[in-house]
């Protein structure tokens, strides 16, 4: 596609469900991000993507997170037994690049709201 | 890390220039810095880089003083539609790009 595609766009939980987010980072990008935005804040980082391997995992709130990323393309955002303070918009980007002078294009973001 | 600070909001009027500088005291030699826009429910964009004096794109320049310790994002004749928060980072050491809080601009009529 032409650019980041993130789904679903909205999701509705009940607390202690699990939930799974995808992202389509654009094609041929080998950096991808994951970030969480909680209504009225700034952005936090969660984890980092070079192709399929995460050299970075430190932003992860919890173990009940974990991210995977296949083929060096889609990658998947699973929270294992959802709490009410997980709800935010959890969004994507992608990089041709990573490193010195880098750009992030990010998608729309998947609004996760935890009942 | 290389930690910015912006103001936490700015009003402007229609046609004006809008300035918001950044600073960043501890930048690393190699870091950029860059500028992003968000609008709400959508995720940031990017609008423009640099890494010392000046750079102009079709939306914004962006002036970087020699020493590199702050950084200011110029919006020529803003619009109702520039209304958005402004976010400027500095890429910090190892793998993380750090979004502060950013710049709340709103424009007025």
């Not at chain 2, 936490?8 to 500028?35: F, L, R």
């Amino acid at each position: 596609g032409a650019g980041v595609s993130q789904s679903p766009s909205n999701k509705v939980t009940e607390k202690g469900k699990d939930v799974e987010l995808r992202c389509d980072p654009i094609s041929g990008h080998t950096a991808l991000y994951w970030y969480r935005q909680s209504l009225g804040q700034g952005l936090e980082f969660l984890i980092y993507f070079q192709g399929n391997s995460a050299p970075d995992k430190s932003g992860l709130p919890s173990d009940r997170f974990s991210a995977e990323r296949t083929g060096g393309s889609v990658s998947t955002l699973t929270i294992q037994r959802t709490q009410q303070e997980d709800s935010a918009v959890y969004l994507c980007a992608s990089s041709p690049t990573h490193g010195v002078g880098e750009k992030l294009f990010f998608g729309s973001g998947t609004q996760l709201s935890v009942l | 890390l290389a930690k910015t600070t912006q103001p936490i909001s700015m009003d402007s009027y229609e046609g004006q220039e809008v300035n918001i500088t950044c600073s960043h005291n501890n930048i690393a030699t190699n870091d950029y810095i860059t500028w992003y826009q968000q609008f709400p429910s959508q995720g940031p964009r990017f609008i423009i880089q640099g890494y010392k004096t000046k750079v102009t794109n079709e939306v914004a320049s962006l002036f970087i003083p020699a020493d590199r310790k702050s950084s200011t994002l110029s919006l020529p004749r803003v619009s109702l539609s520039d209304t958005a928060v402004y976010y400027c980072l500095a890429r910090s050491y190892g793998n993380k790009l750090v979004f502060g809080a950013g710049t709340i601009l709103r424009v007025k009529s």
